[in-house]
Nanobody, 120 residues
Framework: QVQLVESGGGLVQAGGSLRLSCAASGSIFSFNAMGWYRQAPGKQRVLVATLTSGGSTNYADSGKGRFTISRDNAKNTVYLQMNSLKPEDTAVYYC??????????????WGQGTQVTVSS
């Protein structure tokens, strides 16, 4: 059973920083990729950033230049460093990991979510 445990959310003023952590129950290299998504009240869950097992990163336009996704292989943990936070970054942030074979299917795993609130 895969478990993803997030931490690091909280309340911060606009312009501040937070670092989210996602600890996986097994080796992060067992996943094709890990990433962060967020869901604001009344909105759909959207991609924030992803990091593949090969080290490639992808960011949503909203976070480019402000957010950085990284990992600590020894700790089986993925991080999301968020700088220059804006009120519109307020959301529940979810850690995601997935496995997909060459011919599928894809299995997604999710953390419980951590609240990030940015005050103006």
């Amino acid at each position: 059973q895969v478990q993803l445990v997030e931490s690091g959310g909280g309340l911060v003023q606009a312009g501040g920083s937070l670092r989210l952590s996602c600890a996986a129950s097994g080796s992060i290299f067992s996943f094709n990729a890990m990433g962060w998504y967020r869901q604001a009240p009344g909105k759909q869950r959207v991609l924030v950033a992803t990091l593949t097992s090969g080290g490639s990163t992808n960011y949503a336009d909203s976070g480019k230049g402000r957010f950085t996704i990284s990992r600590d292989n020894a700790k089986n943990t993925v991080y999301l460093q968020m700088n220059s936070l804006k009120p519109e970054d307020t959301a529940v942030y979810y850690c995601n990991a997935y496995r997909e074979g060459l011919y599928g299917p894809r299995y997604d795993y999710w953390g419980q979510g951590t609240q990030v609130t940015v005050s103006s």
